[in-house]
């Protein structure tokens, strides 16, 4: 059974920095994209970064781009996001999650395209 466990979420003040972690395990944790994505209250999940298996691709959404990074330890079996520069508008739930098949040299970037999912972290900043 996979499972995902966040940590690192906690109220920053704007400008300030967090890393976020997850936690994989129950399968071959370095075969698999993983994703994170954020939830904030009355609106939508969606997507804030992905990676590929390798950790050779990654992609970000528009509105965090050149302030968050996501990186990986295949060794560690965790996934990463280091957030810097965080606006109020940052605010939300974080999760991550992981497709069930694999996806080649790529990751997914629609929510519907994961699978498994963790309890997610509360990252709040204030203004």
């Known amino acids: 059974q996979v499972q995902l466990v966040e940590s690192g979420g906690g109220l920053v003040q704007a400008g300030g920095s967090l890393r976020l972690s997850c936690a994989a395990s129950?399968?071959?944790?370095?075969?698999?994209?993983m994703g994170w994505f954020r939830q904030a209250p009355g609106k939508e999940r969606e997507f804030v970064a992905a990676?590929?298996?390798?950790?050779?691709?990654?992609y970000y959404a528009d509105s965090v781009k050149g302030r968050f990074t996501i990186s990986r330890d295949n060794a560690k079996n965790l996934v990463y996001l280091q957030m810097n520069s965080l606006k109020p508008e940052d605010t939300a739930v974080y999760y991550c999650?992981?497709?069930?098949?694999?996806?080649?040299?790529?990751?997914?970037?629609?929510?519907?395209?994961?699978?498994?999912w963790g309890q997610g972290t509360q990252v709040t900043v204030s203004s």
């Open positions: 129950g399968r071959t944790f370095s075969a698999y994209a």
């Open positions: 999650a992981t497709p069930r098949r694999g996806s080649g040299t790529r990751a997914p970037i629609p929510p519907l395209e994961y699978d498994y």
């Open positions: 990676i590929s298996w390798s950790g050779g691709n990654t």
